[in-house]
């Protein structure tokens, strides 16, 4: 049995932060679970996903974040729990059907989680997703701890069902990807089945319609402050009169400090859990009790911006201060020192930063870049279109996946990326507006998520541009999760169709269409050179499987190689393909035999043929 399925009220669980929220949600009787993976939320999604496989929940993997949130929100609206779950971009993706779904409302609780990502440890920006709250007009909350991750779901489930509204979870990285003790509390039996009762003069949004359904979502609002105000996530501590507002982690941070900097009887502390909206009486009557305040947030100062508003409200003339070059800053993750340095810069407190360790004897660090796995088929489809298109001056529109890394040298195969799917479009716009060779590139699981109507663009008004769709047969990057193109039987799961991405291609009217198989060198380079000339639209398949994937699946691994006495040092295969499994010693180049997948692609494009298979363990363990 999953452990997350473990029915023992009051047991106490070392789990992630992104499991508490699965159980926690578990705990509150989710009956419906859809999601499109992205880090830092894809375990809440994995662990949704395995429990599915021993409970009545329904989970999916929908094919991107709008269709996730469509089906969550049509599950809600037939009266069942549901939960929508993706990273803090997926929601402009989901948008859409958001912002209307406000207007709408639901029938079942609904939690819509948006995973922000201060720092970008995986994503292309750290976006504040808590102004989704105040433009859609829902409310949000969002947890400071694991085990409160976990409590909250619940809450927010009944705040959504007392509302009949979608409410905004956010976390952040930080609370993703802690663990953390958590007690366990009793699991509430799914409704797993519920009925849609048309009515559609308030379901269906036609002007006439969404006018009177506006006027309902501002009363949701006031009904919603209310709930702000009274909510348990909402509370002061201390009794001081200097004043710290905090969110998120920054509450842990700021309570840090407190202690540490030795000022809890000057301190007034006012944590807000229910973010939208900001609980105005609260916040009010906080800032009455206090000489100056600091607020501390992560991101955008949306918090700060509120907080001087009620200020100027009730006339009051404190200091609050929060964003600023001399105190916090808009950008990445903040840490307990530095929280703990402002603290005492803001209110004049005498603090001297301890010492920081002499390291001047301590050897640099080696870096080490992200890279493409020993043997990715990316990287040899990389090497073969940079061959195939020799001498032409090229821009690389890519997309976002494991072969971004694509962007290091020596593939150098990246120069413009945007969002989800964006390699075709912009695709599209460099082919307008250069007289460049445009060849784009595009993953199996993006192809699916939003490159489909730029290739349709793309036919429609007769574009000149090569799209590689490179499909290693999983969503990759973000930890092995299905797409449509995966056969899911490799999961060993029945019940599901598979999509061919070469049929889709095909009935688009795609004039110029390929497979390749990247590991043989030679003649994909060929189908691109073709591709490449193609005067038009063209699009190549790179068909693989994702090497991590295949040896997860126990699916047969070709005898590593080594370098023979042939070896002239050319380094064409270090300097061309750089794979990781090569290493150097002196001059010599080697291969770690325990890296090397034997894909073969070095062996071909060595000049002296001296790459070749290990034939024996002992040679093996020599090379």
Same mark, same amino acid.
């Given at each position: ?498 999509? $061919? *991405? +070469?049929?889709?291609?095909? %009935? /688009?009217?795609?004039?110029? !269409?390929? =497979? @390749? ?6 003649? $994909? *380079? +060929?189908?691109?050179?073709? %591709? /490449?000339?193609?005067?038009? !639209?063209? =699009? @190549? ?83």
């Amino acid at each position: 049995m999953h452990k997350l399925l473990t029915e023992n009220p009051g047991q106490k669980m070392l789990l992630l932060g992104n499991e508490a929220i699965a159980r926690g949600a578990i705990e509150a009787g989710v009956a419906v679970a859809s999601t499109y993976p992205g880090t830092p939320s894809s375990e809440i999604s994995l662990q949704l996903f395995q429990t599915s496989q021993e409970s009545d929940l329904y989970f999916e993997y929908s094919t991107n974040e709008k269709v996730a949130m469509e089906v969550a929100a049509a599950a809600a609206n037939s009266g069942v729990r549901s939960m929508c779950v993706m990273k803090h971009v997926g929601v402009n993706v989901a948008a859409d059907a958001l912002m209307t779904l406000a207007y709408v409302g639901v029938k079942g609780g609904m939690i819509v989680l948006t995973a922000d990502d201060p720092y970008m440890f995986s994503s292309q920006n750290e976006q504040d997703n808590r102004f989704y709250a105040k433009l859609s007009g829902l409310p949000m909350v969002e947890p400071s701890s694991v085990e409160e991750a976990k409590e909250m779901v619940g809450y927010a489930f009944e705040i959504s069902e007392k509302l009949q509204e979608p409410v905004l979870f956010r976390t952040t990285t930080r609370i993703n990807h802690s663990s953390a003790i958590v007690t366990l509390g009793e699991i509430k039996a799914p409704k797993t089945k519920g009925d849609f009762v048309k009515d559609p003069f308030n379901l269906v949004t036609i002007p006439a319609v969404s006018r009177k359904l506006h006027v309902k979502l501002l009363e949701n609002i006031e009904k919603a402050e209310e709930f702000s105000e009274a909510s348990q996530y909402n509370f002061i501590n201390g009794n001081g009169n200097w004043g710290l507002v905090c969110n998120g982690v920054s509450y842990n941070y700021a309570s840090d400090a407190v202690k540490e900097l030795d000022i809890a009887d000057k301190v007034r502390l006012l944590r807000v859990g229910f973010s939208y909206p900001m609980p105005e009486k609260i916040i009010k009557d906080f800032l009455k009790a206090c000489e100056k305040v600091l607020v501390i947030e992560e991101g955008e100062p949306y918090m700060e911006e509120k907080v001087k508003a009620f200020a100027q409200e009730e006339g009051l003339t404190l200091p609050i201060r929060g964003k600023a070059k001399d105190l916090f800053t808009r950008l990445y993750e903040f840490d307990p020192a530095q929280v703990r340095e402002n603290i005492a810069r803001f209110f004049g407190i005498p603090y001297t930063p301890a010492a920081k360790p002499d390291i001047s004897d301590v050897p640099e660090v080696p870096q080490r870049p992200p890279n493409l796995c020993a043997g990715c088929s990316h990287r040899a489809t990389y090497y073969a279109v940079k061959k195939a298109a020799e001498g032409l001056d090229t821009i690389y529109p890519t997309d976002i996946g494991c072969y971004t890394l694509g962007v290091l040298p020596p593939l150098s195969t990246a120069d413009f990326l945007l969002c989800m799917g964006s390699s075709v479009g912009t695709g599209c716009g460099f082919s307008i507006a250069t007289d460049k060779k445009v060849i784009s590139f595009i993953g199996d699981s993006t192809f699916f998520h939003s490159g489909i109507p730029g290739l349709i663009n793309a036919v429609f008004n007769n574009h000149n541009f090569t799209l590689i769709i490179l499909d290693n047969s999983i969503t990759a990057m973000t930890g092995h999760q299905p797409n449509p193109g995966v056969d899911m039987k490799d999961f060993n799961l029945t019940g599901y169709g598979r999509v $061919s *991405i +070469e049929n889709v291609v095909r %009935a /688009i009217g795609v004039p110029h !269409v390929a =497979v @390749i198989k990247p590991y043989r060198v030679n003649k $994909s *380079i +060929e189908a691109l050179k073709e %591709a /490449i000339d193609f005067k038009g !639209v063209s =699009v @190549i398949i790179s068909k693989e499987a994702c090497t991590l994937y295949a040896q997860s699946l126990k699916k047969t691994r070709g005898k590593p190689f080594y370098i023979s006495e042939k070896c002239k040092n050319h380094r064409d295969c270090v300097n061309e393909l750089a794979c990781p499994a090569f290493y150097t010693e002196g001059e010599k180049v080697y291969i770690n035999a325990d890296l090397c997948t034997g894909c073969a692609v070095c062996a071909q494009i060595c000049p002296e043929k001296a790459i070749v298979p290990v034939r024996s363990k002992e040679k093996a363990s020599s090379s």
